[in-house]
């Protein structure tokens, strides 16, 4: 199929002296691959109804949920389209070396579907009219271990430019930028000159994350907690572009090693957070208040959740 995301074919970016790393970490990846089934079990447990994750004596808000498994690939970002599911994936060749994919689930139609990418992506979002952001992860070509964050914008009508050093960006439903740069703000007027919608720029230094909900901004400190919304430490947050009343979190884990994080959605009406069950995830995509797609150790699953 053909999802433009004005990106080109991608050539991993690995050091050949990484290969003895890699191919201790593909004996990992095969140990990890054989646990799944246990993990499944205990992060979305199967003992009855009325039982989800060890959650006892509550109503489940978890209707349902299935496993999108592509054989071969190892998911590691999920993010979600209008139409699309897109998950970063990965597989050893032959040789043990990395090979990265971006791939498109159709979720009316069930199926998978490969799409062309560039660079390693981070960040893909859109809004309610289709415009899209991007961000990618780029080596920079003077210092090798340094990597450069780069926003990608692509506009409905197909014009995009390219900004370097953003760490974060989300849109809203008019089109306009909101970015979280990585140096000076005053450095970065001229780049998004091309922007016909409009932009506020953030310091990397005060903010880590940015999203868009009912059409205001939802901003993470640079310590990780929420401005607003209970102040509250999250990991991670994700809105929907279709659905303006869907706005989901990962909260801080209590043990910073700890890989899963605590899956909560925001309850505009009482404004509080509420725990999805105990359904843990190490990324999140929203499509709606009751829908959302988790990463679990390189797995993608779709969870439908009760109002």
């Not at 690995?14 to 990846?29: E, F, G, N, Y």
């Amino acid at each position: 199929m053909s999802l433009n995301t004005g990106l080109g074919n991608y050539e991993p970016l690995l050091q050949q002296t990484r290969s003895q790393k890699i191919r201790k970490d593909a004996i990992i990846v095969v140990a990890a691959v054989a646990l799944v089934a246990v993990c499944s079990q205990l992060l979305f447990g199967q003992s009855n109804d009325q039982d989800f994750l060890g959650a006892k004596n509550q109503v489940s808000m978890v209707a349902s949920q299935q496993t999108l498994d592509y054989p071969g690939y190892y998911y590691v970002n999920v993010f979600a389209e209008q139409r699309y599911i897109v998950g970063l994936s990965y597989k050893f060749n032959k040789n043990y070396n990395i090979v990265y994919n971006l791939r498109a689930y159709n979720r009316e139609r069930g199926n998978w579907d490969d799409l062309d990418m560039k660079d390693f992506i981070t960040e893909m979002k859109v809004n309610s009219d289709e415009k899209k952001i991007v961000i990618n992860q780029k080596q920079d070509k003077e210092q090798f271990n340094t990597k450069i964050h780069e926003l990608y914008v692509e506009n409905t009508d197909g014009r995009s430019y390219t900004v370097t050093d953003v760490q974060d960006a989300a849109l809203d439903s008019d089109g306009k930028v909101y970015a979280i740069v990585q140096k000076n703000i005053s450095q970065y007027d001229s780049q998004f000159q091309s922007e016909t919608k409009g932009f506020q720029l953030y310091s990397s230094q005060d903010y880590r994350n940015v999203e868009v909900y009912q059409d205001e901004i939802v901003l993470v400190r640079a310590n990780g907690t929420l401005e607003g919304y209970n102040e509250i430490c999250v990991k991670d947050i994700s809105a929907s572009a279709l659905d303006e009343n869907a706005l989901f979190a990962l909260a801080c884990p209590e043990d910073p090693n700890q890989t899963l994080s605590q899956v909560l959605r925001w309850n505009d009406y009482e404004e509080t957070w509420e725990k999805v069950d105990d359904v843990f995830a190490e990324k999140i995509a929203v499509v709606s208040n009751t829908k959302i797609y988790v990463l679990v150790y390189y797995t993608i699953t779709e969870i439908t959740l009760n109002e």
